[in-house]
């Protein structure tokens, strides 16, 4: 098993390097120019009470709601699209381009088939957040003293770390939605609408009093982006509520991938009844 | 007692509606080269599947050394070597790279090197990105990692595809060397000269169902042969109503002609009507099968 994840791991090594590097060119631009940029933030605090940056949960009140903005707030999301690709790609796209069967082959139980490539998955969406969280902490450090905040490079280096939960929960429910599906491109789509939906969901129920009921219903309502969560961190229980969707979506990869019938393309429910005249 | 390595009892799978194989009943012995045959589409690549437990049954069982191949598919597929019809490989990947891993991930071979003595002998070179492979190269990694672990039993969909002649019979050399010491071989193929040449037992399956199994040398003892004849009168439509012999197909001046016996009353009446041309067609062991079976009527045979 450990062989199998350190293939899966290789694998992925290049995606985490471009991702990472690539990603956290977002908080050293938007955490490094702000010094340059703050005299310019009270005119934008007009434009902030519109509706579509509410709903895309940006604010621009200060240094914190600047930086959970523009980094925390957006992080996340992007990862999430790798967790997506990552997640769909492990299991439904090996199926699709044929290279599951030699894996299939092997003396290898399934759930473990699956158990390696979530792991890998996590620990490869750990390592894009560490080195984003490392870029952002690292250029907050060397602004620190241009600017008034309560938050440290640390308290941003965590911020960004403690969304693993939430891309997590995307990962698995992606890697599920692999598992379950006969095609990684149907798997893709539901993935990315899930994602999708659930960021703006998340931001406009929590602006809608009637809708507020339902807010729970979206991952990212689980992950404080505001400022709040960069000054005081992440509740707890909504980050084991993420991590228990995460061990669920894990769950239900592994229940429909062992009773697929692998490489054809077929769905767990075309398991296919012998029909009647047929029986030996 | 007879000890099978691949038993299925009354296997079927279907795709929802769709049928992959139906009551498929299969013994390969130990120690035996068993030819699969069959044309596309025939539910050879779902048996084999379903041998390594890939895909499930819908009804029916198989196993493997007596162990079932779902409820034992790791036991099982500890001691089997795989060569899939439709190889995938991965592209990033180095060919040494890919046996090492593996190699990892298999048990049993005492001898991790086992792979660059087979590559080696298949002059593949290792060092090479997969992307970079030509289909034949591709075919090679695939042969290697079959026959890497020394397994019991090797299953091989279609392995000299896409190889050169000479690669071909290194294969087919590598097959006969792997059973003598003491692997089952169960190979489908398409090319009668190397079924004939490795097989003990062909097995034929068409439209999911398992037409006959036959040793190879009692089917290639039918001699059968296929002769278009071109005359210069063309001969009446009864003219080759003899024992033996069925007429396939006919034109303004040729009949093309499937001849199990009575070679000599055949050329007696073409030369009454003037014998200008004489071609012979290759027929395929599939077709020597399905003359002999009367078309799949397989019955008792199976």
């Keep these: 098993m450990f062989n199998l994840l350190l293939r899966e791991l290789r694998f992925r090594r290049n995606a985490i390097i471009g991702w990472g590097i690539g990603l956290c060119f977002l908080p050293i631009i938007y955490v490094g120019i702000y010094p340059e940029f703050a005299d310019q933030m009270a005119g934008f605090e007009d434009l902030m009470d519109l509706a579509i940056y509410q709903a895309m949960g940006i604010s621009m009140g200060g240094f914190e709601e600047y930086v959970a903005s523009t980094v925390t707030n957006l992080v996340p999301v992007i990862v999430a699209i790798y967790a997506v690709i990552n997640g769909t790609g492990t299991l439904a796209g090996e199926e699709d381009n044929g290279r599951l069967e030699l894996i299939a082959a092997l003396p290898i139980p399934r759930w473990q088939i699956v158990a390696v490539k979530a792991i890998a998955l996590g620990i490869a969406l750990f390592l894009i957040l560490a080195i984003v969280a490392a870029g952002g902490a690292l250029t907050m450090s060397a602004i620190l003293d241009q600017v008034e905040t309560t938050v440290s490079a640390w308290d941003l280096f965590l911020s960004i770390l403690t969304a693993w939960p939430l891309v997590m929960a995307f990962g698995m429910i992606s890697l599920f939605l692999g598992a379950f599906s006969a095609s990684r491109r149907a798997a893709a789509t539901i993935a990315t609408a899930v994602v999708l939906i659930s960021y703006i969901g998340s931001n406009l129920t929590g602006m809608i009093t009637s809708l507020e009921s339902i807010q729970g219903l979206f991952p990212f309502y689980y992950y404080d982006a505001t400022a709040s969560g960069l000054i005081d961190g992440q509740d707890p229980v909504n980050t084991a509520v993420l991590l228990a969707v995460s061990l669920f979506a894990f769950l239900l990869a592994i229940f429909f991938f062992q009773r697929r019938n692998l490489t054809v393309g077929a769905w767990p429910w075309q398991r296919g009844k012998l029909p009647a005249d047929a029986k030996a | ?302």
Excluded at chain 2, 120 to 126: K, N, S
Excluded at chain 2, 196 to 222: F, K, P, S, W
């Design chain 2, 1 to 302: 007692m007879t000890d099978y390595v691949i038993e299925t009892h009354n296997l079927s799978v279907y795709y929802g509606k769709h049928r992959g194989i139906l009551n498929v009943n299969l013994q390969v012995e130990k120690g035996e080269v068993f030819g699969f045959l069959g044309p596309n589409g025939a539910g050879k690549t779902t048996t084999e599947r379903v041998l390594l437990d890939i895909i499930r049954p819908t009804a029916g069982e198989a196993r493997i050394f007596g162990k079932d191949c779902r409820k034992d598919g790791i036991a099982v597929r500890d001691r089997v070597g795989y060569l899939p019809g439709e190889l995938s490989l991965y592209d990033n990947m180095r060919a040494r790279q890919f046996f090492q891993m593996y190699y990892s991930l298999q048990k049993g071979n005492s001898d991790p090197t086992y792979w660059k003595k087979l590559a080696e002998r298949l002059d593949l070179d290792t060092g090479r990105r997969m992307r970079e492979y030509s289909r034949g190269n591709k075919q090679k990694v695939g042969i290697v990692a079959a026959f890497m672990n020394k397994p019991d039993l090797l299953i091989l969909d279609e392995p000299t595809g896409g190889l050169d002649p000479l690669v071909q019979q290194t294969v087919m050399e590598m097959v006969r060397e792997a059973n003598k010491a003491g692997a089952t071989v169960f190979f489908s193929s398409h090319i009668l000269p190397e079924v004939q040449a490795v097989c003990d037992r062909v097995g034929i399956i068409r439209d999911g169902q398992l037409v006959a199994t036959e040793r190879v040398e009692d089917l290639v003892a039918q001699q059968l042969k296929r002769l278009r004849l071109t005359f210069a009168e063309m001969p009446s439509a009864d003219a080759f109503a003899i024992d033996g012999v069925t007429e396939i197909e006919r034109d303004d001046q040729s009949v093309l002609l499937e001849i199990r016996d009575n070679l000599n009353a055949v050329m007696a009446t073409g030369v009454n009507h003037t014998i200008i041309n004489i071609e012979t067609e290759t027929v395929t062991l599939e077709e020597i099968f399905l003359a002999y079976y009367g078309k799949g009527n397989g019955g008792n045979h199976v």
